[in-house]
Each structure stands twice: as structure tokens, then as C-alpha cells.
């Protein structure tokens, strides 16, 4: 079985070659976006439109609360799992996205030099979240995610249940299953295929995303999410584009400093998820439009 993966930096087109592919062969799309996976988070995340979901099935968008923490471990856990179902359908997943952990995550598995650096970012996120919520606050979740070791820390210790859930996000698997189960090797392959644009000209790609994002109601979309009353201290909201509108909204920037600054992060962005796609000798670069580039990719697993 072989699992398609279409990869490259922000505003390759990407979903555009997934939904031309959808037109060729039977497919469903694991977005691997970790971004796209927060609920209200549409136009800063540059998700596929409501009609274009509706052409083929995709999975990992808005499945989340901006406040609710995610981790690249949980994606691969439920990804696989996801992709398993899809080859039982008799279609082909194809992993579409830029972040580059989570697709080690789901094709590779994630090793002890990427878990370091993530379990430092969940323990920081949850030691912050302990002083903010409380111990019981972060009991009850631990309840829903692994309730046979809430069952065992019912004095609800602090460290305990720090590390039960730094364990959960770090993996997707409770705590209580660490020691009986056994790391299994994936039972896919995976074919990689990157969208490649010259330097300049995936800039200039950016610079009109960025721009068209503002003049689609960016600044509207980010009021609302605040209106809710989520922080805008969130790990969701603290990204490109929405960092910059909140420092618009708040009078830090003007409106044209923080287009522009909008613009020079996702610069930015592009070019460190360019340095990671370039650790991947599998990935097989392609650089046409993007039907031509669907079927590039149908003619090379046929």
C-alpha cells in the first residue's frame, strides 16, 4: 500500500494539485496542516474553501478549539489510524501539507531527536497552563484522554499529571499503554512529492496570499475569535498572520506595517519549511501547474 504525499512551503499550491489528483483517481486528503486544525482559524490558515471540502473528503480540518493543545505525536497516532481506514475504502490517502513534523510523524514515526524538542514546547505549554487553570482543571482533561491513569492519580499530584499528559501529546497513547505495547513498523510506503517554485517567484505567490487574506476579512475573522474570549497569547493565534493582525487591532501597527510584516513571516516561514523538505532525498520536486503536476503524479504510480 502506498500512501501519496504532496508537500512544499506555504502558497505552493498544494490543495490546488490535491483537488486536480481528485479529479484523476479515488482519494481522500489527510491534511497536514497544524494550523488548519483549529476551528475559527479559516482565513489566516488559508483552509480549503466550504465547496472545495465538498469535492473530496478531507480529514484534520477543524477538529480542533484554538485553546485546546494538539502535538505532531497525537497527528501521527490518529493519522495512521485514519489512513488505515482509507486503504480499506480502496482509496489512496494523499497527506497534503507544509508542517514538516507532522508528516515525519504520520510516514516516518518521530524519533528521540525530534521528540526533544516537542516534549519542551508541550511541558512549557502545560507548566504555563498549571499556573493559569489549576491541577484540577488539568485532572479533568487528563480524565478524558487517559482515564486509567486520572484513576491513578487521584490525589491529582501536580507532576503526575504533568507528565501523564506531556506523555499523551507527546505520542497520542496513554500512559497507562507505554509499557504494553511495541512500536510497529508502518504497514505503507510512502511517495513523496514536492512543489517547487523559484525563489522569487514564491514570494511573489506569498505576497498576494498575504495580501488577499487582509482584503478577505482577516481583521474581522481575528475580532471574532477575541470576541469569544480566546487569549490572543494562544499557541493558535500566535502565527503569522494572526500575530500581526492582533498588533493591529491592539494600535501597534498600522495597517500597512502589518502587511507588510505579514508578508516577511511567511517569508520567513517558507524558507525554514524549504530547509526541512531539503533533509528529504525522497521527496521528487515538481514544478508546473497544477494539472499538469496531478498528472505527473497519477502516471508515476500507475
Known amino acids: 500500500m502506498t500512501?501519496?504525499?504532496?508537500?512544499?512551503?506555504t502558497a505552493s499550491g498544494k490543495t490546488a494539485v490535491s483537488l486536480?489528483?481528485?479529479?484523476?483517481?479515488?482519494?481522500?486528503?489527510?491534511s497536514a496542516d497544524s494550523r488548519q486544525i483549529y476551528k475559527h482559524l479559516?482565513?489566516?490558515t488559508a483552509k480549503p474553501t466550504k465547496d472545495e471540502l465538498k469535492k473530496v473528503k478531507h480529514h484534520f480540518i477543524d477538529i480542533v478549539e484554538p485553546d485546546e493543545y494538539y502535538s505532531a505525536g497525537l497527528f501521527g497516532n490518529q493519522a495512521d489510524v485514519i489512513a488505515n481506514q482509507i486503504f480499506s475504502r480502496k482509496k489512496i490517502p494523499v497527506l497534503v501539507g507544509g508542517s514538516g513534523l507532522y508528516i515525519k510523524a504520520l510516514c516516518e514515526g518521530l524519533f528521540d531527536e525530534d521528540a526533544?524538542?516537542?516534549?519542551?514546547?508541550?511541558?512549557?505549554?502545560?507548566?504555563?497552563r498549571l499556573t493559569r487553570e489549576g491541577s484540577v482543571k488539568l485532572y479533568e482533561e487528563l480524565g478524558k484522554v487517559d482515564n486509567d491513569s486520572a484513576k491513578l492519580y487521584s490525589d491529582k499530584n501536580p507532576?503526575?499529571?504533568?507528565?501523564?499528559?506531556?506523555?499523551?501529546?507527546?505520542t497520542g497513547?496513554?500512559?497507562?499503554?507505554?509499557?504494553s505495547e511495541k512500536k510497529t513498523d508502518k504497514n505503507f510506503k510512502t511517495k513523496y512529492f514536492g512543489i517547487y517554485f523559484e525563489r522569487e517567484e514564491l514570494y511573489k505567490r506569498i505576497n498576494?496570499?498575504?495580501?488577499q487574506m487582509w482584503e478577505m476579512g482577516l481583521i474581522k475573522e481575528t475580532e471574532k475569535v477575541l470576541k469569544m474570549g480566546y487569549s490572543p497569547g494562544l499557541n493558535s493565534l500566535n502565527t503569522v498572520g494572526y500575530k500581526e493582525c492582533i498588533s493591529y487591532i491592539n494600535g501597534v501597527l498600522s495597517k500597512d506595517?502589518?502587511?507588510?510584516?505579514?508578508?516577511?513571516?511567511?517569508?520567513?516561514?517558507?524558507k525554514r519549511q524549504m530547509t526541512w523538505f531539503r533533509k528529504n532525498k525522497y521527496i521528487e520536486w515538481l514544478s508546473n501547474d497544477s494539472k499538469e503536476i496531478a498528472r505527473i503524479i497519477v502516471r508515476s504510480i500507475l
Open 116 to 128: 526533544s524538542e516537542i516534549r519542551d514546547s508541550i511541558r512549557k505549554e502545560l507548566s504555563d
Open 159 to 170: 507532576r503526575r499529571i504533568l507528565r501523564a499528559l506531556e506523555y499523551f501529546y507527546l
Open 42 to 44: 479559516d482565513i489566516g
Open 173 to 179: 497513547k496513554p500512559l497507562t499503554k507505554a509499557h
Open 3 to 9: 500512501l501519496l504525499a504532496i508537500v512544499g512551503p
Open 20 to 30: 486536480e489528483l481528485a479529479k484523476l483517481i479515488d482519494i481522500e486528503i489527510i
Open 257 to 270: 506595517e502589518a502587511i507588510e510584516l505579514t508578508k516577511r513571516n511567511t517569508r520567513r516561514y517558507a
Open 208 to 211: 498576494v496570499r498575504a495580501e
